[in-house]
DNA sequence: CAAATAGTGTCTTTCAGACATTATTCA
DNA sequence: TGAATAATGTCTGAAAGACACTATTTG
């Protein structure tokens, strides 16, 4: 008997999959990294906070759809959601891990700089987000909907180690950004303490990381130097990369 | 007006996707890296390379489809393809992928040892199976079926980086290898040539990677010395990570 | 012995970590 | 001036690359 590829494709003929869209939508503010959350207005899990998402619609993919989806519950426009970092982190299929019928959701990550308050402006389901500290959304105590903190506990892991081989860190930051603030945000996302000077080094060291803006300076804690300004270079990749410290040996 | 999520669960309410899984397996013989490839038996793409796959069933996850999809088309018992190396690449949703209907594939990526014939045995979907050269497999004149060129590729990347930071190298091993062996795995992958005394160093160096079976030696040319045996140890992860020589800076 | 493969030792360069020092700003 | 922040310089030890050399097997 040959394999189910082979199998008529009459939509009807077998239990229809709900297909869509989670996203972890990372930021980084007051020195620690939060994740936008959702508060759900209806059952199951009514009043639990989620992550946003939605149905993927029948002529869309899934990142169009979580493009859309990322646009309505920040309140930003399109133009400014399709500059964001997206990038799918894997699809979570589990038989019951929506109690109502077979859904599959494709999880995305995406990384925004430090927006000014998103969840109150705009109309859509913006005004039911709020950034919550990773720390606090990940909990035992927080409880998040459906299998959430499965799939954020996966976001936030990866989001760190791609900060060891890619040039996303500078996702989490302004058009123009300091290096000390390019530093906080490794600092944030990986919970250690980076010697300053090596730091610098290492970054100016990998060429198409960070561009020089020209004569640019901005003031950063009210005193001290004013720090020049960076905007991200080309490169979308870290050879070699920065790893972070003490991982410890792989045992 | 709120989100998809708000919308009511009937099944029927929109229409209905198949979800499916396709499967890049990749083994190493005969100094190249080849991909398992199934010859297609019905339109569209009849006659044509595709690489295997079929639909998640539903009580199934993606995850113990691909596995059962696996057997099915390797031949191989329950019980070793339990024990390969099989995890997500990523999903696949353009609308247009597949000409029937809407299909969202989740892509796999698994690795085997070079196994004595695995197309020739078993029933299944075995006897349509073989296993090509990547080279041959992803030039513009295989024309795979549907995206699975673009899925082969996205593959054949993910496998030579994750050799760079995980130990999965020696899931292309039999159970019991040779410093040599392994060593080629990641030369046949990479397409370089790496320097013996120095990959020996690294590997040895990075506790868990291989654990040296006592005692036991192997003559792998006919001529020369027997090597020594190593079991693959409890490590998954190198660090710091061995890299691919010339990578190049990032520009 | 020659050929072939496995394994060891060593030198040099590069790079990461630690940290001392200088520079520039505000109060 | 002192506190705070940015930027530079230097030393050291670990690791990577290059490569010479030894060891063990078959024919």
Known sequence: ??????????????????????????????????????????????????????????????????????????????????????????????????????????????????????????????????WVPVGEAAAPGAALAFDHAVILADARERVGAKLEYTCLATAFCPPEFTLGELQSVYETVWDTVLDRPNFRRKVLATPGFVEPVPGAARLTGGRGKPAALYRPGPATTLHPPLLRPSEGPTA
């Open 1 to 130: 008997m040959s394999g189910a590829r082979e199998v008529g494709y009459d939509p009807y003929a077998f239990e229809p999959f709900a297909v869509t869209v989670d996203l972890a939508v990372f930021t980084v503010r007051a020195g620690a990294l939060h994740v936008l959350l959702i508060r759900r207005g209806q059952e199951p899990y009514a009043g639990a906070w989620a992550l946003p998402g939605g149905f993927v619609l029948p002529r869309e993919s899934a990142e169009t759809a979580a493009r859309r989806e990322l646009a309505e519950e920040t309140g930003l426009s399109e133009a400014v959601v399709a500059a964001l970092h997206l990038e799918q982190l894997r699809t979570y299929s589990e038989p019951d891990r929506d109690p109502r019928m077979r859904v599959v959701s494709v999880a995305f990550t995406a990384l925004v700089p430090d927006l000014p308050e998103p969840a109150a402006e705009g109309g859509g389901d913006a005004d039911r987000a709020r």
